[in-house]
């Protein structure tokens, strides 16, 4: 069994799992683990996790002492655990750029693709995009059906093999690509949006976890037991005022990608299509790690308190002073660290 088909579609589809077997590991106990982002936001190794055992974890740092390594002169294996323990998120979209960035070869490129269920679940999602592409080829057609972006793929391999040379004609010219080059433009063009479509699907999920969060913040500073702890609500404050501002900035990325896609098929060319596809391949590292970080503390508020009941004042306060708040300043980092966002057109 490969590497990639011993992943999970819940790790595969993940924003804060790395399995380590994908990666070119020497140390077979490292590669059956995971590497997971914490409540904190630090990399750790899982070696299990189990509902009655919970998780065992342990620090990067920590490896030479669990494997006897030299500290002044450690293996290549521990070489790779920093390198990918610094990264912000482990989705398949960031590591793709990220492990080519720091020139580590993965055992197989079919693990940084998301699993054939989160496929269809983006169905959806990609229909915003999938229909400008279809109205150009065929049309206002009703009878065209569309369940997968496979299934658009699918449209060119027609088996009336007249109507498929018309339509790969058609396109190619629109696009002033050969028609040979179009199989590899479509698989393209399908995964760049669907990477757009699987980020926008994770803030959908971590949105009303946010909204719960921000309104636990608000009782607790209503709460009587909390009026003059002013460490408490000077930390609360300044987490609501990063998480807005980090959801303003996420959320007017999508809004500028879909207003300067939308209209992309009016004037359709292969070179204009590569420079969105750059652009929004540049903020994969951006989105996947602010979206990762919080959907890792959200994640981890959700589960301790999972109703608005839940814990009481006084557990949840110190959640937040001992767990919540740490960390809040790599998220912001890397949204502050992103280029630039120019105009697509």
């Known amino acids: 069994m490969s590497a990639a088909e011993k992943i999970s579609d819940d790790d595969r589809d993940s924003l804060h799992i790395l399995p380590l077997s994908i990666l070119p590991l020497e140390t077979p106990a490292i590669s059956r683990a995971k590497l997971i982002k914490n409540v904190r936001l630090n990399s750790v190794i899982e070696l299990f996790d189990d509902k009655d055992t919970g998780s065992g974890q342990i620090d990067i740092e920590d490896l030479p002492k669990e494997f006897g390594w030299l500290t002044s002169d450690p293996p290549p294996d521990m070489q790779i655990m920093r390198k990918v323990g610094n990264l912000p998120s482990y989705d398949v979209y960031s590591l793709r750029i990220s492990l080519r960035e720091l020139g580590i070869e993965i055992n197989n490129h079919d693990a940084l693709k998301l699993s054939d269920s989160m496929n269809k679940e983006l169905t959806s999602y990609m229909t915003d995009f999938t229909r400008p592409l279809i109205m150009q080829i065929y049309g206002d057609d009703g009878d065209v059906k569309i369940e997968s972006f496979d299934d658009v793929i699918k449209l060119f391999r027609d088996p009336d093999v007249k109507t498929a040379l018309e339509k790969i004609r058609i396109m190619s010219a629109k696009l002033n690509i050969k028609p040979e080059e ?24 971590i949105e009303p976890v946010i909204t719960e969060f921000l309104e636990a913040m608000d009782t607790l500073s209503d709460n009587y037991q909390f009026k003059t702890d002013q460490n408490l609500r000077n930390t609360m404050s300044e987490m609501e005022a990063t998480i807005n501002e980090l959801m303003a900035a996420i959320t007017g990325r999508f809004e500028n990608f879909e207003r300067g896609t939308k209209h992309m098929w009016d004037e359709i060319s292969a070179e204009r299509f590569r420079k969105v596809e750059q652009l929004i391949s540049s903020y994969h590292t951006t989105i996947g790690g602010v979206l990762c970080s919080l959907s890792v503390k959200m994640g981890a508020w959700s589960k301790l308190f999972p109703t608005p009941s839940s814990g009481g004042p006084g557990k949840r306060a110190e959640f937040m002073m001992s767990e919540m708040k740490q960390g809040m300043d790599k998220i912001a980092h890397i949204e502050d660290s992103a280029p630039m966002l120019s105009a697509l057109g």
Request: glycine share 4%.
């Open 182 to 205: 179009i199989p590899r433009f479509m698989e393209d063009y399908g995964d760049i949006f669907l990477s757009l479509a699987y980020y926008r699907r994770c803030l959908d999920a």
